[in-house]
């Protein structure tokens, strides 16, 4: 048997067993907070110890964020950089003109002015993503919000460190973090779904883990391999 509990900003998977004693774990890459509970513990027993343990939790937490972190772009010539799970390297090519990117094979060749700066080039990089995340997006929400049978008013796309995405549910409004453009497809399908279940259930109870169920029966893989790509610098 299992809950979602929210303290603050943290999501806490809350697991009841035949156990004598509460206990929490903090699991990587991303920081994921379990709790395994005895059964006769109430919900207010099981809150307060988490609070007690919440300064622990978040430095475990941050650890598991730092170790992830992939090391800050300084948009070079031979470069990593991820597209939609693709490894590239990126080819700076300077010259005169409107800056652009292309993909040229294995590379993606930017094409800025002699002396341009570090972050006029990772603006011209960002740009790229926000071009293909969109793309994506666009497709995906029309595919989806017919499928769930929901409408969402809005969405954005902006740079977010701690989370995927974001549903406010008042508002049918979500939106994506920039980082999706580089993860693989799937994994852009699966926040999209979850985001849009959202309109239709808020929390991540039983109810919610069904309609996901349902409709990718694969998500827990789904969400496992988002779990395990590299976060960037941002």
């Known amino acids: 048997m299992s809950e979602t509990l929210k303290i603050g900003s943290i999501d806490i998977e809350i697991h009841r067993k035949d156990v004598k004693n509460l206990n929490i774990t903090v ?3 991303m920081g994921d907070v379990r709790v395994s509970a005895p059964l006769s513990m109430s919900e207010t027993s099981v809150r307060m110890a988490i609070i007690g343990r919440l300064a622990w939790i978040k430095k475990q937490q941050a650890d598991f964020k730092e170790q992830r972190r992939q090391s800050k772009r300084e948009m070079m010539s031979g470069e ?7 490894h590239y390297r990126l080819n700076v090519i300077e010259q005169y003109g409107k800056h652009a990117i292309k993909k040229n094979g294995q590379w993606l060749d930017l094409y800025v002015s002699p002396n341009s700066s570090v972050d006029n080039r990772r603006k011209v990089i960002d740009d790229f993503y926000r071009v293909e995340l969109k793309a994506a ?3 995906l929400l029309v595919k989806w919000q017919k499928r769930l049978d929901v409408k969402m008013n809005a969405y954005g796309i902006r740079k977010m460190k701690t989370k995927w995405g974001s549903c406010n549910t008042d508002a049918a409004r979500t939106l994506f973090n920039l980082e999706l453009a580089k993860k693989p497809y799937e994994c852009l399908e699966y926040i999209v779904v ?7 259930v808020r929390t991540h109870n039983n109810e919610f883990k069904a309609f996901m ?5 694969d998500w827990k893989q789904r969400k496992a391999l988002l779990k395990d790509q590299l976060l960037t610098d941002l």
């Open 213 to 217: 169920d349902v409709h990718v029966p």
């Open 80 to 86: 990593s950089h991820y597209l939609w799970g693709k």
């Open 194 to 200: 979850h985001e849009l279940v959202h309109l239709l």
């Open 27 to 29: 699991h990587p890459p």
């Open 137 to 139: 997006l666009d497709d």
